[in-house]
Each structure stands twice: as C-alpha cells, then as structure tokens.
T-cell receptor
Framework: GESVGLHLPTLSVQEGDNSIINCAYS??????FIWYKQESGKGPQFIID?????DKRQGQRVTVLLNKTVKHLSLQIAATQPGDSAVYFC??????????FGTGTSLTVIP | GAGVSQSPRYKVAKRGQDVALRCDPI?????LFWYQQALGQGPEFLTY????????KSGLPSDRFFAERPEGSVSTLKIQRTQQEDSAVYLC?????????????FGPGTRLLVL
C-alpha cells in the first residue's frame, strides 16, 4: 500500500523561529495532500492542502511545498508560537477515497 | 454544532464486551469516514460511506468490526467481542461531497480502552 512517512519524529524550536516539517510519500499517483495538526486529546485539524498541479501554497503563517520529482512535502510555519505545539501529520489521497497518514512529527515550541 | 461530534469521548470495556461508537458528521456532508489511531501513530483508514452506502470497508481489521449509516447522516461503529488490541482512538471524519479530492474534517475521537 501507500507509504507516507516523516523524516523527523520530533522537532523543538524557539518561539518566534520558523519551523519546517518534512514528509515523504511513495505513491507517485497521489494528487492531493493535506497537513493536519493534532493537539493532545483532539482530532486532527486541517491546516492547509495542496494539489499536485501546484508546487507551493501559502496560508496564514503556513506554507506547503510539494516536490513531485522526489515525492517530498514540507510544511513551513513562520514565527512559531507556543500554540503551534502539537503533532503534525501529512496525508495523501491516492487512488481511493481514504487518506494515508504518516506517523507524525511532534513539534515543541520553547518559550 | 458546526463540527463533527463523536460519543462517547471515552469508553472502557471489558474484554469480550460489545461497544458502539457514534459519529454525527457535519450537516449536509455526504461522505463519512472512520479511522483508527493507535497511540503514537497516524490515523489508519477503516471504512467509508457515501450517504448510506458503505463503499469501502477494506480497512476493517476483522469481522468483529461493523459500521452502518442507515439514513445517510449519523454513523455507528460497532465492535463485537472486544479484544485488548482494539484499544485505540476511533476517529470519524466527514467531507462535503462524494469526491476523493477534498478536505476531511475530523471529530474529537472516542478513546477506547479494553481491559
């Protein structure tokens, strides 16, 4: 089946710094990707998405980059805040209606 | 409410007991998904409904797991004869239309502990 994985399981950043979370995917047919944020005891929360016909998309303080050549996805968070501390998942939707999630990266923001 | 809701939020069951987990999707959302999330892992797909039709149940781990959505809105995930390995968070998600390229919105999950 599809494989979505993250390079770094944990990431600690100073408040105010920028954060970069990486994700590798294996299915070259995947054409839609989502980044989710999950806080303890809560369900995943949508952050930003990107389709395969784009290589960059920006939201409020977040940017997603997609490199289809190497099947790599990244989430950049600008001016990281304590409220950004959470586990971040990338998810891909391949051939079916389900999403395949990576293991997740735990982001800790140090005040 | 405006989001996906799930109940109960926590469930403790004795091994062998049957449990039923409820999901109320966002009003008007056609698609509904169930995922299982083990501790420290990402969600894993269980099953998918489009309205009342269960179109994909390939992720259900055994025939002890059963899901239904009889009127195309509320869904119930039932686990019969629970085992310790069923302990996990069960997440429900919904999306507006029936396409496969749109955002899924998640509920808070039901945390199931089987003793």
């Amino acid at each position: 089946g599809e494989s979505v994985g993250l390079h770094l399981p944990t990431l600690s950043v100073q408040e105010g710094d920028n954060s970069i979370i990486n994700c590798a995917y294996s299915n070259s047919a995947s054409d839609y990707f989502i980044w989710y944020k999950q806080e303890s005891g809560k369900g995943p929360q949508f952050i930003i998405d990107i389709r395969s016909n784009m290589d960059k998309r920006q939201g409020q303080r977040v940017t997603v980059l997609l490199n289809k050549t190497v099947k790599h996805l990244s989430l950049q968070i600008a001016a990281t805040q304590p409220g950004d501390s959470a586990v971040y998942f990338c998810a891909e939707n391949g051939a079916g209606n389900q999403f395949y999630f990576g293991t997740g990266t735990s982001l800790t923001v140090i005040p | 409410g405006a989001g996906v809701s799930q109940s109960p939020r926590y469930k403790v069951a004795k091994r062998g007991q049957d449990v039923a987990l409820r999901c109320d999707p966002i009003s008007g959302h056609v698609s509904l998904f169930w995922y299982q999330q083990a501790l420290g892992q990402g969600p894993e797909f269980l099953t998918y409904f489009q309205n009342e039709a269960q179109l994909d149940k390939s992720g259900l781990p055994s025939d002890r797991f059963f899901a239904e959505r009889p009127e195309g809105s509320v869904s119930t995930l039932k686990i019969q004869r629970t085992q310790q390995e069923d302990s996990a968070v069960y997440l429900c998600a919904s999306s507006l239309a029936g396409t496969s390229r749109e955002t899924q919105y998640f509920g808070p999950g039901t945390r199931l502990l089987v003793l």
